[in-house]
């Protein structure tokens, strides 16, 4: 079976770690995009796409959110496009398909435990145990869920996962390995010394390989577009 082809919007603003860790991630044909300089795909001929984090906030007005903001809506809503959004990816694409999401007036960062919902099936999310250990590092929430979308996974600070239809958002990074949760705990200078200093510490072997089993989920939704993509051609 042929390796899906998946549309990369990039939007960590120059992040080359970024790039390093999904095109590790991804068992995937990857055609990347720097969603930062209005640069997205022309058309929908993938067999998915997945937006990645950022630095920015999805209520910003900048010209480039509101142009990712329409091609992710049109690719869904549209073309019906298999999603994946990872943290700010996971935001903009509710926001997209019309849920909202806002300020948390705090900041969740370092490994922290995630729950899967209870009674709640998500071919995504199969194989990971119902608690799970994660990176986080997030300002902002989703806090109004798309119409007709299901919340797969939360913690304290609120939605951690959510699905609708063939679109997953993870409010968590799975991507990340160690050097990058360092390198983005210490650049957050929004934050107290003492803050970054205890998630820094956090940062062992072992919260990463702990952390690992959450990887399965881009195993997971790879073999979903690869079985979406059969059904299409069956179909035809």
């Given at each position: 079976?042929?390796?899906?082809?998946?549309?990369?919007?990039?939007?960590?603003?120059?992040?080359?770690?970024?790039?390093?860790?999904?095109?590790?991630?991804?068992?995937?044909?990857?055609?990347?995009?720097?969603?930062?300089?209005?640069?997205?795909?022309?058309?929908?001929?993938?067999?998915?796409?997945?937006?990645?984090?950022?630095?920015?906030?999805?209520?910003?007005?900048?010209?480039?959110?509101?142009?990712?903001?329409?091609?992710?809506?049109?690719?869904?809503?549209?073309?019906?496009?298999?999603?994946?959004?990872?943290?700010?990816?996971?935001?903009?694409?509710?926001?997209?398909?019309?849920?909202?999401?806002?300020?948390?007036?705090?900041?969740?960062?370092?490994?922290?435990?995630?729950?899967?919902?209870?009674?709640?099936?998500?071919?995504?999310?199969?194989?990971?145990?119902?608690a799970f250990t994660v990176f986080t590092t997030h300002s902002d929430?989703?806090?109004?869920?798309p119409p007709g979308a299901t919340e797969t996974a939360r913690n304290?600070?609120?939605?951690?996962?959510?699905?609708?239809?063939?679109?997953?958002?993870?409010?968590?990074?799975?991507?990340?390995?160690?050097?990058?949760?360092?390198?983005?705990?210490?650049?957050?200078?929004?934050?107290?010394?003492?803050?970054?200093?205890?998630?820094?510490?956090?940062?062992?072997?072992?919260?990463?390989?702990?952390?690992?089993?959450?990887?399965?989920?881009?195993?997971?939704?790879?073999?979903?577009?690869?079985?979406?993509?059969?059904?299409?051609?069956?179909?035809?």
């Amino acid at each position: 079976m042929r390796r899906p082809r998946i549309a990369l919007v990039n939007a960590a603003h120059d992040d080359s770690d970024t790039r390093r860790n999904f095109r590790r991630e991804l068992d995937a044909d990857l055609v990347e995009f720097d969603a930062n300089a209005c640069e997205l795909p022309e058309g929908f001929e993938y067999d998915a796409f997945v937006v990645t984090g950022s630095r920015s906030s999805v209520y910003e007005d900048e010209a480039w959110i509101d142009a990712t903001r329409e091609w992710v809506r049109e690719a869904v809503d549209e073309h019906g496009l298999p999603a994946l959004g990872v943290c700010w990816g996971h935001q903009l694409l509710a926001d997209a398909l019309g849920g909202t999401v806002a300020d948390m007036g705090e900041y969740e960062i370092g490994y922290r435990e995630v729950r899967r919902v209870d009674g709640v099936d998500d071919p995504l999310l199969s194989g990971v145990d119902d608690a799970f250990t994660v990176f986080t590092t997030h300002s902002d929430a989703v806090v109004e869920l798309p119409p007709g979308a299901t919340e797969t996974a939360r913690n304290d600070y609120g939605v951690h996962a959510f699905r609708t239809g063939d679109a997953f958002g993870v409010q968590f990074h799975p991507e990340y390995d160690p050097s990058t949760a360092r390198s983005v705990t210490e650049g957050k200078d929004e934050l107290p010394d003492e803050r970054k200093d205890a998630v820094l510490s956090g940062i062992t072997d072992e919260e990463y390989a702990a952390a690992c089993e959450a990887k399965t989920l881009f195993e997971n939704f790879t073999q979903f577009v690869r079985a979406r993509a059969t059904d299409d051609v069956a179909a035809d």
